[in-house]
């Protein structure tokens, strides 16, 4: 499987010439998801769900389809008839010959006068977790960890805490958007071997439109 880095909070993982695209947002390349087989959207956010970038997949790919969560299918159902599948905690389901569980319900807290909205994970061929916008522990052990390292919703013992707990293999950087070339250091020495320990995972990030095999 390789794995490649969309800008933000999306990526694009592909086997046997199949490709499968997580979260083309808003801050993502404008063709993110084109030449996608089949797009999975974690929640509604303008940087994880963009209509247009989903149009740009559907349309260059007749046979490609979308999978997300109830609130995101509802206004984009109408848009592409047939082609959006609603799924929701604990189903499991296949898209361009990748097996996907879905895990977690709601979005972290941003704060608690703002209302939470739905939210879901997706667990890729057993082996990569894509979380969304929540810190959310599959239950069964991951290989790859997609890991949101900057949101207004999260802080760096956060962050540290949930590798922990996740303990994957790698952890590789998304939502990381908004981090300066200056943050971005900091937060890989806290999240490297000089940092306060991240439970023997491998720690990387990507710059949009780098690869790796894994």
């Given amino acids: ?32 998801a084109v030449g996608a087989d089949a797009v999975l959207v974690t929640h509604e956010h303008a940087d994880h769900f963009d209509e247009q970038r989903l149009r740009a997949a559907l349309e ?7 999978w997300t969560l109830r609130s995101v299918a509802d206004r984009i159902a109408g848009v592409f008839p047939g082609r959006v599948h609603t799924v929701g905690h604990g189903d499991t389901f296949s898209a361009a010959g990748f097996d996907i569980e879905v895990h ?22 057993g082996a990569v977790f894509h979380p969304g916008d929540a810190l959310t522990v599959p239950e069964r052990p991951v290989e790859t960890l997609m890991l949101p ?6 802080k760096i013992g956060e962050v ?10 790698r952890a590789i950087d998304v939502h990381d ?13 806290m999240l490297g071997p000089d940092g306060p320990g991240v439970a023997g995972a491998v ?11 894994l």
Avoid at 107 to 121: E, M, Q
Avoid at 160 to 169: L, N, S
Avoid at 177 to 189: E, K, Q
């Fill in 1 to 32: 499987m390789e794995l490649t880095k969309k800008g933000h909070a999306c990526i694009r993982l592909e086997k046997d010439g199949q490709r499968l695209v997580i979260d083309p947002g808003g801050f993502s390349e404008p063709d993110a």
């Fill in 60 to 66: 260059s790919n007749p046979g490609a389809a979308v």
């Fill in 104 to 125: 977690g319900e709601l979005h972290a807290v941003i704060h608690p006068d703002i209302p939470r909205v739905t939210n879901v994970g997706y667990l890729v061929d």
């Fill in 149 to 154: 390292v900057h949101a207004p919703w999260n």
């Fill in 160 to 169: 540290i805490d949930y590798v922990r707990e996740v303990a994957p293999q």
């Fill in 177 to 189: 958007g908004l981090l300066s070339d200056v943050a971005r250091t900091v937060y890989d020495r």
């Fill in 203 to 213: 720690h990387s990030r990507l710059q949009p439109g780098e690869s790796v095999g």
